[in-house]
DNA sequence: TTTAAAAGTAAATAATAGTTAACTTATATG
DNA sequence: CATATAAGTTAACTATTATTTACTTTTAAA
């Protein structure tokens, strides 16, 4: 299958669900729910994405769930396709985002 | 164990580890050094973060050597215990990081 | 309201991540 | 250099995740 948006019969998404905020640290149910955000609003199903990256539909389901109990392998691979990545943060105050490499920051 | 730094025998932390650049999108090694990284700068050993988490000791291996092929609830726990956590970043141009909730951002 | 596509679930099996225990190597200090 | 602590590795075993196949439910459109 492509690796474009797909269109159903009509060419609307549908039960698209709504992006949560990703600014701040997530949450698993966060992240599942942006996987499914991205997936529906690229016009993507379960198989669709199952086919490409050769992950089962049972194992997506529990990504989207927010099963944390899944190979973080798999989780990267669906984030790359669906055009997700992370950043990382770090509890300290000291460390603030645009500084960069530092040698006592925790 | 305790929750907090511990010393080794002369106080200093051994091999200390250089944080990388965490504000973009990281790749799984760079997550590894964040990781190990972090763990020296408290002065925890393996054995230590093993202990109190219940996490084998190879299994904190694979993470700090950036094994995708691990599960993820492993990788949280490690990182909430050590104070790091993740925010997402989605490839497209149009969703900027503080607009928050969207309907239509891929 | 019938139909088709997608989502979600379940059970059995296969694949593999995690543990344990023991050992080797590396690092730092007395 | 000798010693202690931590890091890293290995192999056998156990626990659990992932797959397969089939089925049920939900959703949306003709």
Redesign the pocket.
């Given at each position: 299958m492509s690796n474009l948006a797909k269109t159903?019969?009509?060419g609307?998404a549908?039960?698209a669900t709504v992006m949560p905020n990703l600014s701040e640290r997530f949450t698993p149910i966060q992240l599942a729910e942006a996987i499914t955000a991205k997936r529906?609003g690229m016009k993507l199903?379960?198989?669709d994405v199952s086919e490409a990256l050769?992950?089962?539909?049972?194992?997506l389901?529990?990504i989207?769930?927010g099963d944390t109990?899944?190979?973080l392998a798999?989780l990267l691979k669906v984030m790359e396709y669906l055009g997700l990545s992370f950043s990382l943060l770090s509890d300290d105050a000291t460390s603030k985002e645009e500084t960069g490499v530092s040698d006592d920051w925790y």
């Amino acid at each position: 299958m492509s690796n474009l948006a797909k269109t159903n019969r009509t060419g609307k998404a549908v039960k698209a669900t709504v992006m949560p905020n990703l600014s701040e640290r997530f949450t698993p149910i966060q992240l599942a729910e942006a996987i499914t955000a991205k997936r529906t609003g690229m016009k993507l199903s379960l198989a669709d994405v199952s086919e490409a990256l050769s992950i089962s539909k049972p194992t997506l389901v529990k990504i989207e769930k927010g099963d944390t109990n899944v190979k973080l392998a798999n989780l990267l691979k669906v984030m790359e396709y669906l055009g997700l990545s992370f950043s990382l943060l770090s509890d300290d105050a000291t460390s603030k985002e645009e500084t960069g490499v530092s040698d006592d920051w925790y």
